[in-house]
Every structure is written in structure tokens, then in C-alpha cells.
């Protein structure tokens, strides 16, 4: 069997294809990193808080979660007791 010989613009359009994924990649792993500092600022900012602010805060953001996101927000070690029931309640 004979390979195929790659022409100019076959290893042109290869190249062109593996910089677009090195860069979704970067996009990706920058992303990640960028969820990560904001989860530890917020968890740094959540312990400064009373804990009336913690419940008001852990209220906005189960408000703003997905149903699924909201279970796993309340299982957080800093969500006050009783911000399910007081999700359950506003809406």
C-alpha cells in the first residue's frame, strides 16, 4: 500500500488545525485556573462574613446555581444551617 504524499497545503491545514487546538487547550487550562481563584477569593470572603451575611450570601448564590450546583453549594463547610430551607421558602 502507498501512502499518500501530503501536499503543501495538507501540512499547512494540519499546522493550522494544531494551533487552533493548542489554543481551545490554553483556553481551557486558563479558564480552569481563573474558576480557581475566584472559588478561593470567594471562600476568603465568605469567612469574613457574620453569619446573617453568610446565609445571604449562600442564599444568592443557590438563587443563581442550577438545581444540581445548589445541592452541591449547600454541602459547603461555611453554608449556615438552614439556607436550603430558606432557599425552599423564596421560591
Not at 34 to 50: F, M, P, V, Y
Amino acid at each position: 500500500m502507498s501512502e499518500k504524499k501530503q501536499t503543501g497545503g495538507d501540512r499547512a491545514l494540519e499546522r493550522f488545525k494544531q494551533s487552533i487546538e493548542k489554543e481551545q487547550k490554553q483556553a481551557v487550562v486558563t479558564d480552569l485556573a481563573r474558576q480557581k481563584a475566584l472559588g478561593h477569593a470567594a471562600n476568603a470572603w465568605i469567612e469574613t462574613l457574620s453569619e446573617e451575611g453568610r446565609l445571604r450570601a449562600f442564599l444568592q448564590f443557590e438563587e443563581a446555581a442550577s438545581a444540581a450546583n445548589a445541592k452541591k453549594i449547600a454541602t459547603h463547610p461555611l453554608c449556615p444551617t438552614g439556607v436550603d430551607a430558606s432557599h425552599e421558602r423564596a421560591v
